[in-house]
């Protein structure tokens, strides 16, 4: 963190990678579980009852969602705007329905992709990072023939890559937030069929292991979008 402040019980900070962001909550690594005394029968402290982890299994749902829906809805508004600005005389109504199909044909994209990913017919080599992510912005910006059609397609393709994040964090892995909504419903499940409460802390362990082979992955893609450039 290169900035920190905190108003009131939130502490807000800036990083010295800035790529993305994140909202870390009380409870949510498993961190809000009452303390046991040394013979592990006597509670000295109880959980907040504010924290994420006190909250009913679809609230704690919902705020693991909403992070892929605001990147979802970003992309739209995005889209949006840029078929308000075409010169096609569109009506709201028309306005807001090519924003949404332009969207759904987004994540089609997406889910073709992953298919071709886990299928074999495209590789880990054909992954980017943020790296190659900026380096395709440069491309799509030097190819324009105009300020202003670069300006609509590096729009085009933030929005694109704004419908990206929100999907691929809704994947079920580990660390992710989609990861986490699955393991938050079986977890409710087990509890609910068998009348105990697991620790929260195991949860967080299997998303710490998640996050470490996602930072593997990262350092990968890091490596090989640096690799791309240099060679081109």
């Known amino acids: 963190a290169i900035w920190k402040h905190k108003r009131g019980e939130t502490l807000y900070t800036l ?46 749902c919902i705020i693991l969602v909403a992070g892929a829906a605001a990147n979802f809805v970003f992309g739209y508004l995005v889209l949006a705007i840029l078929w308000a600005t075409a ?7 028309e306005v807001l329905r090519a924003a949404w199909l332009n969207s759904l044909y987004f994540v089609r994209l997406i889910y073709e992709s992953l298919v071709m990913l886990f299928s074999g017919q495209a590789g880990l080599k054909d992954l ?17 023939a105009s300020v202003k059609e670069a300006a609509q397609n590096m729009a085009n393709f933030f929005a694109f890559i ?12 580990p660390a992710l937030d989609g990861g986490r909504v699955f393991s938050t419903i079986i977890m409710s499940l087990i509890e ?12 967080s362990y299997i998303h710490a292991g998640g996050f470490i082979l996602l930072l593997g992955l990262m350092a990968f893609t890091l490596f090989n979008d640096i690799a791309r450039i240099v060679t081109n």
Not at 87 to 93: D, G, R, S
Not at 162 to 173: E, Q
Not at 192 to 200: D, E, H, L, Y
């Open 87 to 93: 010169e096609q005389n569109l009506n709201v109504l």
């Open 128 to 144: 980017s990072g943020p790296v190659g992510i900026v380096s395709a912005v440069g491309e799509v910006a030097a190819q324009s």
């Open 192 to 203: 609910k069929f068998t009348r105990r409460t697991f620790s929260r802390k195991i949860e």
């Open 15 to 60: 990083r010295v990678l800035p790529f993305g962001g994140y909202c870390a909550m009380e409870g949510e690594d498993g961190d809000a579980e009452p303390a046991q005394a040394d013979s592990g029968l006597t509670q000295t402290a109880e959980i907040d009852p504010r924290s994420f982890t006190a909250k009913p299994w679809w609230q704690r």
């Open 162 to 173: 704004a419908v990206n994040l929100g999907v691929m964090n809704l994947l079920p892995i």
